[in-house]
């Protein structure tokens, strides 16, 4: 069901999908959807948790290299699969208004999910002296909403006048990396 509730808003946005276009794309009936999902805001809070930890799952990289070039590979290439994941990016230009809430107001479920694996890096790195000391919780949110302007607003800085997203994608690891290193 979230597979055809992906679809749904992949062709036409958040808001112009509802809960009786995803049951008829999934072949089950309105029904069988309520009793899992009350409105489409609880649907799309589940898909955008299962489609954002799948990101994160394929960000894995070289477990030889330290672990402060781990995290600053990690960060990057989470942040550019997200920007190049179909649905965040329909989400970013046809309902921008739903993410607003996990940027202004709040953390989602896999904001917390990001938190705790920046934290335990951080703690992994400053144990193998490749991180400075400071406090994990606080390093991790820091490096995370740093990262939201990379995943949210790098086009209106990669405009076609001045640096590519590419470009900016090695500025976020050297921040990432400078950020941290000790």
């Known amino acids: 069901m979230l597979l055809a509730a992906r679809e749904c808003i992949r062709e036409v946005g958040w808001r112009r999908t509802t809960l009786t276009d995803v049951a008829r794309r999934a072949g089950v009936s309105r029904m069988t959807l309520y009793r899992r999902w009350a409105d489409m805001q609880s649907l799309l809070a589940d ?10 799952e394929d960000a894995a990289l ?5 672990s402060l070039d781990r995290l600053a590979g990690a960060v990057t290439a989470t942040v550019t699969a997200l920007r190049d994941n179909e649905l965040f990016r329909k989400i970013v230009h046809v309902d921008p ?4 809430p996990y940027v202004l107001d709040r953390r989602g479920r896999t904001q ?3 938190l705790a694996l920046l934290e335990a890096a951080i703690r992994a790195g400053q144990q193998d002296g490749s991180i400075r000391a400071g406090d994990p919780t606080l390093l991790a949110r820091s490096l995370l909403l740093a ?3 990379f995943a949210f607003s790098v086009e209106t800085m990669a405009d076609g006048a001045g640096p590519s997203i ?3 994608d090695d500025e ?3 921040l990432t990396e400078r950020y ?3």
């Not at 898909?47 to 994160?56: A, D, F, I, K, N």
């Open 97 to 100: 208004e739903l993410l607003l």
């Open 112 to 114: 917390d999910s990001i």
């Open 166 to 168: 590419g470009a900016f």
């Open 180 to 182: 941290l290193r000790p």
């Open 147 to 149: 990262a939201h302007g």
């Open 47 to 56: 898909l955008m948790t299962q489609e954002w930890s799948g990101v994160l």
């Open 172 to 174: 976020l690891r050297h």
């Open 62 to 66: 070289d477990a030889s290299a330290s």
